[in-house]
């Protein structure tokens, strides 16, 4: 039996593989069968409890005594299929895996003996996960243990995989509620679309409270296709650009303004590289500019902060980090004590280092009383793009070296 760590891959020992993921708490498990392209051909290629068996995939239950399980027969899979994802979300509405450690267990479909296990580290507000996936190479069927978190439950994994999924919460025009209204309404003249798990839609967190009006929410991941993105606290944007994931040098400008005119501030911006298991790899910062072989590199301290633009750039060259690369959090403290509630105007911003456009910006909206605080994190996700996600959280903290934990904890 191997214990797998996020990354890991093992060849396959049996042709009919079963992919049960347990936990404290009653979990959904459920399967994709995905092309080369990545996506599902249809949504007939879902396969979960209400729709319990595809080509070569079938979801077996547990009945509540056991975990729920996805079962891969490589033999039986159509010609095309190259990927078999298993994902698994919290039975409870709203719940996250915050101090949930879900286990992955990959057996012999005929014998049941072991073949891995596989327990995502460090999880916390994800409401659903991609845990493992069969995939082919080189003609061989093999698994890797993935462990990527999502925020916004099944429906964030389904629509980044192609499945089709009705954004809107169901919810009573009358009254009287409907326990078991469906998910789906029906779009004619559309054919009958294949049954969505209503914990797929449930996920999905409704539109704030104001025009009824409203149109659905959409999960979809935000990516650069539409020009500069503008983030809010905790929200990620993919790394996208028409379909194609962005490899090439980009620079983080860091940049902050004195609360109080006549005072200067000297903040110090960096960043932080983590491997796979949040490993910490380097730091690159003012005292020492070139790190990971010159793929990461610093433009130097700025002492006041007075000024208009960055005050700091870091240049990343994503194209040219190392493959154990998978984590960057950029991070800015104060050396000499000040606080950042006497910083104004501080924010980040993600440029595309040949054409100097704006990709992405994040400005910090809120202050508290701290030494140090998380900017940004770039997460290298499984299938090869980079995703940005905002953050904004403080920390107590004069230096990199004492953001080194805390940014682990919150990749």
């Known amino acids: 039996m191997t214990a797998m760590t996020p990354g ?13 993921v347990a936990a404290p708490v009653r979990l959904d498990v459920s399967g994709l069968l995905l092309g080369a392209n990545g996506k599902v051909r249809s949504d007939d290629d879902f396969i979960f409890y209400n729709q319990p068996a595809g080509p070569g995939v079938t979801y077996r239950s547990g009945g509540g005594a056991a975990p729920d399980a996805i079962l891969v027969d490589t033999g039986a899979l159509p010609a095309g299929i190259e990927r078999i994802v ?12 915050q101090g ?27 409401t659903a996960l991609v845990v493992v996936e069969i995939y082919l190479r080189n003609g061989a069927w093999k698994a890797r243990a993935v462990g990527q978190g999502y925020a916004n439950g099944l429906a964030g994994i389904a629509t980044d995989f192609g499945v089709s999924v009705d954004d809107e919460p169901a919810a009573a025009p009358a009254p009287a509620p409907v326990a078991a209204a469906p998910v789906a309404p029906p779009v004619p003249p559309a054919p009958p679309a294949a049954p969505v798990d209503p914990r797929v839609a449930a ?11 409203a149109g659905p929410v959409s999960t979809g ?34 940049g902050w303004e004195p609360a109080y005119r006549g005072k200067d501030i000297d903040l110090d911006a960096s960043v932080i590289a983590y ?18 072989n010159g793929s990461i590199k610093h433009s130097g301290d700025n002492l006041t902060g007075e000024g208009a633009g960055d005050d700091e750039v870091i240049t990343v060259d994503l194209g040219r980090l190392p493959a154990d690369a998978t984590g960057l959090v950029f991070t800015v403290n104060s050396f000499s004590g000040q606080k950042f509630t006497e910083v104004a105007k501080a924010y980040c911003r993600l440029l595309d280092a040949a054409t100097g456009e704006e990709l992405v910006r994040f400005d ?15 997460i290298k996700q499984f299938s090869g793009e980079w995703e940005m996600t905002a953050m904004g959280e403080f920390v107590k903290s004069r230096t990199v070296r004492g953001m080194v934990k805390p940014a682990a904890q919150a990749l």
């Open 203 to 213: 996920s999905v967190p409704p539109a704030p409270a104001a025009a009824p009006a």
């Open 221 to 254: 991941k935000i990516n650069l296709d539409k020009g500069r993105v503008s983030l809010q606290k905790n929200q990620t944007v993919s790394l996208v650009k028409g379909g194609r994931p962005l490899l090439s040098q980009v620079k983080m400008g860091l």
């Open 100 to 126: 949930i450690e879900p286990t992955a267990t990959i057996r012999n479909a005929d014998d049941g003996s072991v073949i891995a296990t596989f327990t995502p580290p460090q999880l916390a507000t994800e």
């Open 86 to 97: 298993v994902t698994a979300s919290p039975d409870a509405a709203g719940q996250t895996f």
């Open 8 to 20: 890991s891959n093992i060849p396959l020992t049996a042709a009919r593989v079963a992919v049960d």
């Open 364 to 378: 910090l909206t809120t202050a508290e009383p701290q030494t140090g605080v998380m900017m940004a994190k770039l």
């Open 275 to 292: 491997g796979p298991q949040r490993n910490h790899l380097d730091s690159c910062y003012f005292g020492k500019l070139s790190i990971l």
